[in-house]
């Protein structure tokens, strides 16, 4: 079992939509989760940032991170033509760990 | 503005030929990383560096060297050894509050011909 699962893709939605992208993961040490966006030819760039267990927001953007379950989500709401993207989730253990853990990505499409 | 530049864009490289990537950054973060991506591949770890004048291996380090010898500078050369160069190179660092936020600069594309 790799150790961060990410849903391959590519995923299509029409403009307006709930999008929904998830990762799942083995490694129960991590405590820092991340979620990158990054278009087409660019560097990866940081969208959110989440610190152990719980929900975030920024605007149309939620972070959710069940460790429980393994599971971290990134939820955007209402969805415009340019958060079409590639989107990484990345993870890191507490403490003095400088490796993260990235998924292999998902590329987004909305369309107008 | 703090940022990391890598140059050139876009690279050209005939086969049996190294060819040096350039990564520079003004963030004053310590740490330093070269990742390849591929398509379908995600990032793969090819070099980091927490301090200068040491580094470390990652994941795909074959076929590739680097050097640490300033806190802003951290150049990848791609050797002849590497089999498959043609890739995506991404330059990043390591910051934020917590030291877990990775910042990455705009990639170099290199084609081998």
């Known amino acids: 079992q790799k150790e961060v699962e990410q849903d391959p893709g590519p995923l299509s939605v029409p403009e307006g939509a709930i999008v929904s992208l998830n990762c799942t993961y083995s490694n129960s040490a991590f405590q820092y989760f991340m979620w990158y966006r990054q278009y087409s030819r660019k560097g990866p760039e940081l969208l959110m940032y989440t610190y152990s267990s719980g929900n975030k927001e920024d605007g149309r953007f939620t972070a959710q991170v069940d460790k429980s379950s393994k599971y971290i989500s990134l939820f955007i709401r209402d969805s415009q033509p340019s958060d079409s993207a590639t989107y990484l989730c990345?993870?890191?253990?507490?403490?003095?760990?400088?490796?993260?853990?990235f998924g292999k990505g998902i590329t987004l499409s909305v369309r107008p | 503005d703090g940022g990391i530049t890598q140059s050139p864009k876009y690279l050209f490289r005939k086969e049996g030929q190294n060819v040096t990537l350039s990564c520079e950054q003004n963030?004053?973060?310590?740490?330093m990383y070269w990742y390849r991506q591929d398509p379908g591949q995600g990032l793969r770890l090819i070099y980091y560096?927490?301090?200068?004048?040491?580094?470390q291996k990652g994941d795909i380090a074959e076929g590739y060297s680097v050097s640490r010898e300033k806190k802003e500078s951290f150049p990848l050369t791609v050797t002849s050894a590497q089999k498959n160069p043609t890739a995506f190179y991404l330059c990043a660092t390591l910051g934020g509050v917590s030291y877990n936020e990775q910042f990455f600069g705009p990639g170099t594309r290199l084609t081998v011909l």
């Open positions: 990345a993870m890191n253990p507490s403490g003095a760990n400088s490796k993260l853990t």
């Open positions: 560096s927490q301090i200068v004048n040491d580094f």
């Open positions: 963030l004053n973060h310590d740490a």
